[in-house]
């Protein structure tokens, strides 16, 4: 990177984190005050209101990504980058509608609380070791993401950047807990949404745009330049079935993203649990809708003052270094800091609750509430640590890209979740099998395993796009073939659901004591969908372009 | 009352889980249509602006919809399930892990 682009006083940038530290360390002493239970450390004592929870769910899911990562990939990839980003936003709406209300009603710490009782400890472990794998990859690259970082602003080597940065983010969330986690998230989500919105509208200004007082929306009067610049900015470039194959890796995959779902599970009803989402979409639209105003900028800029931005995931602060004061482009690497801390903060409480909660509750399920907590406590540190030592020299499958690792979320553990909840026939056998079989399968047809067995080729295989649209349909149709074939073999008879089982479904959609046999169960529809998903699973095969 | 209660319990997942993906995936009508791709929209071409609309404030409307609607379901729930008989002792302890 250009000299003249680096932070012209670190002290400054040294300053804006130090506070910022500062705050959230404080949010966690109050904190862990109020946290006496494991109620209170996996799920904040299932207490926290819309506003706040809708704060801290769209930080939760807005990562180090949105200030760095994706701006680089609009820049890279321009218009079709942004339809990707777009659709995260239903993320979080469709996860509470399909079954984050439903487990919430059965007070679930993680998606795994209800594995567990749904189809017993053999899957729950496979399921909470597929979590566990994608949980440890999102949080090193937000570990990674947060060195950079720091190194860019202090101007310190990479491993001492992520010694101190990692020590500090992960010692407040520790102390914090659940509640530490969400009054953060809450508050780094404001820092993150001024962080990225304000700034651009005195860049906007200088670059000449009218609609400066309103980034997200407001600058379409650049589009003409940008046209003349770039003919081709606009253009969606690919065919529909790229298009497509967003909705099985990239829409299915993250609403079983454990740190999500926990973040619907802490409200304080089913009810609240809804509106946290209606503030949700409105908060995370105005940070999303700066990244792409950030990202059409990084354009305008290199296209219209012949400047070159070498390094794309520092547009934002390269951006800031030209146009603003230092103190401005200090505060926005500040609310860069702040996502990467909101996201791993989420990635370390599901470690937690995944291994203190669900894998504990199977191996020493009479341990007291009390000591339960401080395996808890001890799994969110040794997740964080974990996460240090590999970012020293990461392992480069595990950091090839989180966005892969949301296929294999979607191959592995979304169906088993929405069967579950929805489908009284979803067997415990064809759980495993078929979450085991196209898993595994998923890792081998990536470019990153064995290249010359992979399925597409280029960023779509790479981000797991082309292998999701074959393993996903894939185990959805195997699953529900599966339950059904095994149901019917006396030999199978163990692995069949059981009436408690059953039970557990009725109960979670509200019903009560009042048990329907017929109901969730039929044959028909999931016979449907088994046919629909291996119609997508050939289509997944043809060659792609 | 109950077969009444299920089929819109099923109905309003469906219907919103739909409306979610049209709203989240809009680009892709403008390429399955593409004769879509014409005109403007407070200066941006349309297939650039409307995906972005839809995913900020037709995210928002469509979750607004569904709570207001998932919010009045759960109360008509709530209402019939009060009105079931007096669990049993089994039942009981089985159902202290729900709400």
Redesign the interface.
């Known amino acids: 990177m250009p000299a003249e682009y680096a932070l012209s006083n670190v002290w400054i940038g040294l300053g804006i984190v130090f506070i910022l530290f500062v705050i959230f360390y404080g949010v966690g002493f109050m904190a862990s005050r109020k946290t006496s239970s494991d109620e209170d450390f996996y799920a904040a004592g299932f207490s926290i209101g819309p506003v706040t929870n809708g704060l801290g769910m769209a930080a939760t899911w807005a990562s180090l990504a949105t200030f760095l990562g994706v701006i680089a990939l609009i820049l890279k990839l321009q218009?079709p980058f942004?339809?990707l980003w777009?659709?995260?936003?239903?993320s979080i709406?469709?996860l509470t509608?399909?079954y984050g209300?439903s487990l919430r009603?059965?007070?679930a710490f993680t998606p795994a609380t209800f594995i567990k009782q749904r189809y017993g400890k053999p899957a729950t472990i496979v399921i909470v070791c597929w979590m566990i794998l994608i949980m440890i990859m999102y949080a090193l690259g937000q570990m990674i993401g947060l060195g950079r970082a720091f190194e860019l602003l202090f101007g310190v080597p990479y491993n001492t950047a992520i010694i101190v940065a990692g020590v500090a983010t992960v010692g407040f969330i520790t102390i914090g807990g659940m509640y530490g986690a969400t009054y953060n998230a809450a508050f780094q989500m404001v820092v993150m949404t001024i962080a990225m919105v304000v700034p651009m509208g005195a860049i906007m200004k200088i670059m000449g745009s009218s609609g400066w007082w309103f980034p997200p929306?407001?600058?379409?009067?650049m589009?003409?330049e940008m046209i003349k610049n770039i003919p081709t900015f606009?253009d969606?470039k690919?065919?529909?079935r790229w298009?497509?194959a967003?909705?099985p890796a990239f829409?299915l995959g993250p609403i079983a993203l454990p740190h999500l779902a926990m973040k619907v599970f802490t409200s304080s009803?089913?009810?609240s649990a809804?509106?946290a989402?209606?503030w949700?979409?409105?908060f995370l639209?105005?940070l999303?809708?700066g990244t792409?105003v950030v990202g059409f900028a990084g354009n305008f800029f290199t296209a219209t003052t012949g400047n070159v931005i070498a390094k794309a995931d520092q547009t934002l602060l390269i951006l800031n270094v030209f146009y603003n004061p230092t103190l401005v482009a200090a505060f926005v690497m500040g609310g860069a800091v702040a996502a990467g801390l909101s996201t791993i903060g989420g990635n370390l409480m599901a470690i937690a609750g995944l291994v203190g909660a669900d894998l504990l509750g199977i191996i020493a399920p009479d341990m007291e509430t009390s000591k339960k907590m401080k395996w808890g406590y001890a799994a969110l540190l040794t997740g964080g640590a974990v996460a240090i030592i590999m970012a020293f020299r990461p392992p480069k499958f595990l950091v090839t890209s989180i966005l892969w690792a949301f296929g294999l979320l979607a191959t592995t553990a979304t169906p088993a979740i929405l069967l579950g909840v929805w489908w009284k026939e979803a067997n415990k056998l064809a759980l495993i099998v078929s979450s085991l079989f196209c898993g595994f399968l998923f890792i081998l047809i990536s470019p990153h395993v064995i290249p010359s067995i992979c399925v597409g080729k280029g960023l779509v295989a790479a981000l797991g796009m082309s292998g999701g649209m074959v393993t996903i349909p894939l185990s959805f149709a195997m699953f529900i073939i599966l339950s059904i074939v095994f149901n019917r073999i006396s030999l199978l008879k163990a692995y069949a659901p059981t009436l408690v089982d059953k039970?557990v479904i009725d109960?979670?959609?509200?019903?009560?004591?009042?048990y329907?046999e017929t109901?969730y169960n039929g044959i028909t529809s999931p016979l449907i969908i088994s046919a629909i998903c291996l119609a997508i699973f050939f289509w997944g095969l043809q060659p792609w372009t | 009352m109950k077969e009444k209660l299920y089929k819109k319990e099923i109905t309003l997942t469906i219907v919103f889980s739909v409306l979610l993906l049209l709203v989240g995936h809009s680009a892709s009508i403008f390429v399955l249509f593409p004769g879509l791709q014409q005109g403007t929209l407070w200066g941006f071409p349309v297939q650039y602006i409307i995906p972005i609309l839809l995913g900020w404030f037709g995210v928002a409307a469509v979750s607004l919809v569904m709570t207001i609607m998932c919010n009045k379901f759960d109360d008509e729930m709530e209402e019939y399930v009060s009105l079931l008989p007096p669990e049993t002792e089994t039942e009981t302890q089985t159902e202290k892990i729900y709400e």
């Open positions: 218009v942004v339809y777009i659709q995260w936003a239903i709406p469709l509608l399909l209300t009603r059965m007070k929306l407001a600058y379409g009067d589009v003409p606009f969606m690919y065919d529909f298009y497509f967003l909705i829409t009803s089913v009810k809804r509106w989402v209606v949700f979409a409105l639209g105005l999303f809708s792409y039970k109960r979670i959609h509200g019903w009560g004591t009042d329907e109901r």
